[in-house]
């Protein structure tokens, strides 16, 4: 038996519950009072270091974690500055950002876009981190760009190359220092075709991700537009260790060239299962069997040793470059670690002097006006005749000229074709530079068919 | 209570009060202060949390009654995770559709993989369920996920998003761009200042904490119903059940498909609190995660998975973070030859080293407490309410257990 009274009394009391219902999403919207997310109320500003500290990448996540600390330290004024002396932008003084000392959290994106997500996320909801930084594989750096766009924070990507980061999947907060596959390509193919001539039959062996199918399809396009032919292009499980099976087909298929787009612990064994297959002593259509690597880095020279004497690939930057910002950055990082840096650990350092120093320059932390200082404005590359050629141009963080394109938050700068060193003097002379391509060659206007698909969309502050 | 007996009823009140006074519990210590570190009262945590809490309590439900150990769960997981995500992609943020979807996909898929495993037992189950995740897994990362094929159903490696270019049909302009419950943004939060402590009530955490709830009291009414009996008669002699003419396969399979409807409901939460759906959530090692939860929690026992996967959270999110310098902060102390001595060792089982850490108390946890963190709770417990074993001994001599 149920009894339904109808007082005034009750009437009352359910209309306020329903309307404390009904206010509820304003409740919890209207919550926060600042203007944008983890505004920074007291002394100090937390940036957040997200970087792959265990898995494949870990080598190059704790290059990363070092230039970030030393990043830090420079901005608060400790040790000896670094590049922070031959920046040309002069905003930044060495008193932290805006003031605010300059604290920092890390975490392990286990090169797994989950995992970087939840410590990202983490970051933000816990630490209050006001930017996010870091990621050493594409397929992270465009996890966490997005997750930085939905909760209104600055995300400057670290060591990502995939054309998506700035392509496809490129997002209103986030900003990419380090080159990308197209730019390998377009500064790799002249040179290959110096070295190899014309006339070539290529076997691609590519790492099955988002990062080795834009290597394989820029370094495709770019070889096929000058006479290569692809005789085939077979895809390898990331986690592949032993790649006999792989190398055993291409002897007989045809090739005379083998273009390996792995990078990391990959390449290391490819490369060292071609070498010992006997690919480099092989002659193949009258001419020498070459092996190539579009991307390369120091630490990858290391773990192949001697099998990666000659081989020839790309670079974003390498500490044996000659101007006053490589000189200033080797010096303080070499003081203070006792090695030289990878180009993994240049990029994010420079990555955090240049978000700083936006921040300088815009006056406030909200990523809106920080995105706007970061790549608005009129400056141009010289050389260049393009309406997109528009943004910051800065100079002295060791790359040379650059421009942050404002287009699709991508910097422009030259790109360094490098060659595994014949009788390398000590194990940091691994690499030898065999050119410096001037960015002109590496342009591509941000609508160009590998990089369409995308929009920036509007920048978000959050809250 | 709600078919519940008192003892249940206790239990499903605990969980309740639990669940709702999380950002309290989990946020013992002041803000800035040097403990800080380890309060978990964030959203993001406490959202995995309840999701995983709820994915345990499925695997209970195949694992702890029949017996069967599925290697493969988390195929089920990424399964409902990108069902959400392609309902977001579709039709429009709000979340109930994903969930639903999740759960209705997960358990097809469950049926299909349920019904090829459950012809064998033991050892060669679980090999067949890891095998099928494995393969589920690499079908997400390279087969079905390029992005330049025509067919991309998981986006590879990337993980699958939403893009400003999808359909969402449903989507109406007012919507918040995130998920959201029928208005209510699940990243939106409301936090509470009292002294110095910071309480934060997230949207997402509570949707998570009453699903949470739901599915408890599910788990519970199986335990308790004979259908629930007819399971852990399974794990006990499946041999001595088919000779007396009874047919098992069909009651392990309805265990197994509602495990991984569980699965499918937490992959479609996950995707709901944040939503990208990533081809690692498939991976041999998610599977593993789950059963090193039901067994750390206990097995078996209600409220063990739940724990275990809480526990497992938390070192996996808040012990990864302690990096040296926050070492240095800690030991700062010390002399200089010591404290570097002292954090060169406990270096190792932080930060990076997070899953040593967890490695150690799992095998401390399995050699010490077979029962799981739930028995460590209970031997406390009854030292603390200074119940005498004698007492006890007394009680259970005089009584005639039931078998289990």
Not at chain 1, 262 to 274: C, D, E, I, K, Q
Not at chain 2, 75 to 92: E, I
Request: aromatic share 10%; hydrophobic share 45%.
């Amino acid at each position: 038996m149920s009894k339904t009274d109808v007082t005034r009394r009750g009437m009352l009391k359910t209309g306020a519950i329903a309307g404390a219902g009904v206010a509820l999403p304003t409740i919890f919207t209207a919550s926060s009072a600042s203007a944008y997310t983890n505004e920074p109320t007291g002394s100090s500003v937390t940036l957040g270091f997200n970087v792959p500290q265990t898995g494949p990448y870990a080598d190059e996540g704790a290059d990363e974690l070092r230039a970030y600390q030393l990043a830090v330290e420079h901005l608060n004024g400790e040790g000896d500055g670094g590049m922070m002396n031959t920046f040309s932008s002069k905003a930044l003084k060495g008193n932290g950002i805006l003031g605010k000392k300059v604290e920092y959290v890390t975490g392990d994106t286990q090169t797994k876009s989950d995992a970087a997500r939840a410590s990202a996320k983490s970051m933000i909801e816990k630490d209050g981190a006001i930017m996010i930084t870091g990621g050493s594989s594409s397929g992270v750096a465009v996890a966490v760009q997005g997750l930085c766009q939905e909760a209104g924070v600055i995300f400057m990507a670290g060591l990502t190359h995939s054309n998506d980061t700035t392509g496809k999947d490129k997002k209103a907060n986030g900003y990419r220092h380090f080159f990308n596959a197209y730019m390998s390509a377009a500064a790799l193919a002249p040179v290959l075709e110096k070295l190899y001539g014309k006339e070539r039959r290529a076997y691609h062996l590519t790492a099955d991700y988002t990062w080795g199918w834009t290597q394989q399809e820029s370094i495709q396009a770019a070889t096929e537009a000058m006479g290569w032919q692809t005789v085939n292009n077979v895809l390898t499980p990331l986690a592949q260790t032993d790649f006999s099976s792989y190398i055993a087909p291409v002897i007989n298929s045809g090739a005379d060239v083998l273009v390996l787009n792995h990078y990391g612990g990959n390449m290391v064994n490819s490369l060292t299962n071609a070498v010992q297959f006997g690919l480099r002593e092989k002659q193949v259509n009258g001419k020498n069997f070459e092996i190539v690597v579009p991307l390369y880095s120091e630490l990858m020279a290391k773990g192949a040793g001697k099998n990666i004497a000659g081989i020839v690939g790309s670079q974003n930057w390498d500490w044996k470059l000659e101007d006053e910002g490589t000189k200033a950055f080797v010096q303080s990082f070499g003081t203070k670690y006792g090695f030289p840096p990878s180009q993994a650990a240049q990029t994010c350092y420079a990555q955090t002097l240049l978000y700083a120093d936006a921040v300088e320059r815009a006056g406030s932390f909200d990523p809106c006006a920080v995105g706007e200082a970061l790549v608005a404005g009129d400056s141009s590359l010289p050389g260049i005749s393009s309406d997109s050629n528009k943004g910051f141009l800065f100079d002295g963080l060791g790359n040379g000229q650059t421009l942050y394109r404002s287009a699709d938050h991508q910097c422009f700068k030259d790109v360094l074709v490098v060659r595994g060193a014949e009788n390398p003097s000590d194990e940091f002379h691994l690499v030898e530079i065999v050119e410096v391509t001037p960015v002109a060659q590496v342009w591509y206007e941000p609508d160009h068919p590998m990089f369409a698909g995308g929009e920036l969309g509007q920048c978000n502050p959050g809250a | 209570m709600l078919g519940l007996d008192k003892k249940d009823t206790t239990l499903m009140l605990v969980v309740a009060a639990l669940a709702l006074l999380a950002p309290f519990i989990l946020n013992p210590f002041p803000e800035g202060s040097a403990m800080a570190q380890f309060n978990a009262g964030y959203p993001d945590l406490m959202q995995r949390f309840a999701i995983y809490g709820i994915l345990a309590i499925g695997f209970n439900i195949l694992f702890g009654l029949t017996g069967y150990l599925s290697f493969g769960h988390a195929a089920f997981l990424g399964v409902g995770s990108y069902s959400a995500v392609w309902m977001f992609k579709l039709l429009s943020y709000n979340v109930i559709p994903g969930i639903i979807l999740s759960v209705i996909v997960a358990g097809l898929f469950s049926v299909v993989i349920g019904f090829i495993s459950l012809r064998r037992s033991g050892i060669y189950f679980s090999i067949l369920t890891l095998a099928f995740a494995q393969m589920s897994y690499n079908l997400a990362y390279s087969v079905l996920g390029n992005p330049s094929s025509n067919f991309n159903l998981t986006n590879g490696e990337t993980g699958l998003q939403v893009y400003a270019s999808d359909p969402q049909i449903l989507a109406s302009a007012s919507a918040p761009e995130v998920p959201h419950l029928f208005g209510v943004a699940m990243r939106s939060s409301y936090q509470l200042e009292v002294g110095s402590w910071l309480f934060t009530f997230n949207a997402g955490y509570y949707l998570c904490a009453v699903i949470l709830m739901l599915s408890f009291y599910v788990s519970v009414r199986i335990f308790r119903s004979p259908f629930g009996m007819m399971l852990r008669a399974v794990k006990s002699n499946q041999q001595r059940m088919n000779y007396t003419g009874l047919h098992t396969r069909p009651y392990t399979l309805a265990a197994f498909v509602i495990s991984g409807m569980y699965a499918g409901l937490a992959g479609g939460l996950l995707s709901t609190m944040d939503p990208l759906a990533g081809a690692e959530r498939m991976q041999w090692t998610a599977s593993g995660e789950v059963v090193l939860m039901t067994i750390l929690g206990g097995a078996g026992t209600l409220l063990g998975p739940v724990v275990g996967a809480g526990f497992i959270k938390y070192f996996e999110n808040i012990f990864s973070k302690i990096n040296e310098g926050v070492l240095h902060q800690w030991f700062g102390f010390l002399p200089d030859g010591m404290e570097s001595a002292v954090i060169w060792v406990v270096e190792h089982f932080v930060g990076p080293g997070w899953h040593l850490t967890l490695g150690l108390l799992f095998m401390l946890v399995v050699t010490f407490l077979p029962g799981g963190l739930v028995q460590g709770g209970q031997h406390l417990w009854r030292l603390l309410a200074g119940k005498s074993r004698k007492e006890e001994h007394a009680k259970t001599e005089t009584q005639s257990t039931p078998a289990e």
